[in-house]
């Protein structure tokens, strides 16, 4: 049986996603120290970092997502070219959410973090099934900006919905 050395096994595996998931595992409890208190300053704040992870998935749309080099198409000409991956879906939810948050509305910041969980699975779907459409991974730093600001505000919007004073404090035991 033959032995791989570890360049080999590192080029089997991709280790991009786990970087991105212990990136949100790192955030996650920072958020939920900040989301601990609830007073309308806090939840500003937050409304404005989902503001700003909601900009950064539609702008990370306009840059390359085929490769890591310079040449490729955006992820929005992606989603044109391709309709049937619904990775254009990926680019109006953001949208929808931005105007939803603009409304200050305890409904409105629920239909938000309930649309950034469908997103992320709406993600997920777009890029494997233009992958099998395409035939190649689509893989870019621009997708995985993406992909980071999905999760973050999955956390983000949770918090902005919560209205736990005691979020932060650990459980008896």
């Known amino acids: ?6 360049i ?3 080029n089997m595996f991709d280790f991009t996603y786990l970087i991105i998931i212990a990136g949100v595992l790192i955030l ?3 958020a939920i ?31 390359n997502w085929e490769s890591s080099s310079t040449i490729g198409r955006s992820g929005i000409a992606l989603a044109a070219d391709y ?13 929808v959410q931005a105007l939803l948050l603009l409304l200050r509305k305890h409904w409105a910041n629920v239909t938000t973090t309930v649309l950034n969980f469908v997103n992320t699975v709406v993600f997920f779907v777009g890029v494997i099934s233009l992958e099998k459409i395409q035939g190649i991974e689509v893989f870019s730093y621009f997708a995985l900006s993406a992909i980071f600001a999905v999760l973050i505000g999955n956390v983000v919007s949770l918090l902005l919905v919560n209205r736990d004073k005691n979020l932060a404090k650990h459980p008896a035991i």
């Open 83 to 95: 309709p049937s991956s619904l990775l254009g879906l990926f680019f109006v939810i953001p949208l």
């Open 33 to 63: 120290l900040i989301a601990a208190r609830t007073d309308k300053k806090t939840k500003g704040v937050l409304r404005v970092s989902l503001l700003a992870l909601l900009t950064i998935q539609i702008a990370s749309g306009f840059f």
């Open 28 to 30: 996650s409890p920072l």
């Open 8 to 10: 080999e096994i590192g």
């Open 1 to 6: 049986m033959a032995k791989l050395t570890i």
